[in-house]
């Protein structure tokens, strides 16, 4: 059984920084594309960083240069580093991760950001 688990969210007040984990289990996910989104209530789900296989990243223009995605393959594990946090930063934030073909997510885990 393929399984996504999500952890390191919280309260955290504007300007600091949170960091997240997904680990993965049942499967390995260290050839396939990973990435995390988030979602607020009454939105879409929207995502915020892509890891390729290769280590390529993509990141949502609204949190380049204060968010950074990496994986550690050897745990089967990604992790989002959100740094300069803002109040619109709030949210659900998911992990996701294809395999073969198919999209699968953990939980969410919330974050807040108090101005």
């Known amino acids: 059984q393929v399984q996504l688990v999500e952890s390191g969210g919280g309260l955290v007040q504007a300007g600091g920084s949170l960091s997240l984990s997904c680990v993965a289990s049942g499967s390995d996910f260290s050839s396939n594309f990973m990435a995390w989104y988030r979602q607020v209530p009454g939105k879409q789900r929207e995502l915020v960083a892509a890891i390729t296989s290769g280590d390529n990243t993509n990141y949502a223009a609204s949190v380049k240069g204060r968010f950074s995605i990496a994986r550690d393959n050897a745990k089967n594990t990604v992790y989002l580093q959100m740094n300069s946090l803002k109040s619109e930063d709030t949210a659900v934030y998911y992990c996701?991760?294809?395999?073969?073909?198919?999209?699968?997510w953990g939980q969410g885990t919330q974050v807040t950001v108090s101005s």
């Open positions: 996701s991760g294809r395999l073969y073909g198919l999209n699968y």
